[in-house]
């Protein structure tokens, strides 16, 4: 039986943390576009659906909460995961009350639980 594969889109401005993620995001499973900038994220995805998309809260050209809630607007299905590094709870009240299925704290080496994250929030459908 073959896996399903799930298209992700990863936004994330740095190419280190990026190069991390993508380092545990399996392609076999994952089929991953990725984006660094608020407006390189916000063109992939006018033009392209994806089941999950990882938002980084800060982005060279704005803030991962503001795109979030663009993306919620035009989208308001779409799936989403705030990354960050702050780890103050109201950020998270916040990030769930703009769209956010879930929210993942840069801790240390956070890019190991980021696949199982997006797994159990793209599964959720599967149990409804």
Do not use: C, W
């Not at 994330?12 to 991390?20: A, I, M």
């Not at 607007?73 to 299925?101: C, H, N, W, Y």
């Amino acid at each position: 039986m073959k896996e399903e594969r799930y298209k992700i889109l990863v936004i994330e401005d740095n190419p280190n943390h990026l190069e991390l993620m993508l380092q545990y995001l399996p392609d076999t499973l994952f089929d991953i576009d990725t984006a660094m900038s608020y407006k390189e994220a916000l063109e992939k995805v006018r033009k392209n659906d994806f089941e999950i998309i990882t938002i980084d809260y800060y982005l060279p050209d704005g803030n991962g909460m503001d795109l979030m809630k663009e993306i919620h607007s035009s989208k308001p299905k779409q799936k989403m995961i705030l990354v960050t590094a702050e780890t103050d709870p109201e950020l998270s009240f916040e990030a769930l009350r703009s769209g956010a299925l879930d929210y993942v704290v840069k801790s240390y080496q956070y890019f190991k639980q980021l696949k199982d994250r997006i797994m159990e929030n793209l599964e959720e459908d599967d149990e409804y």
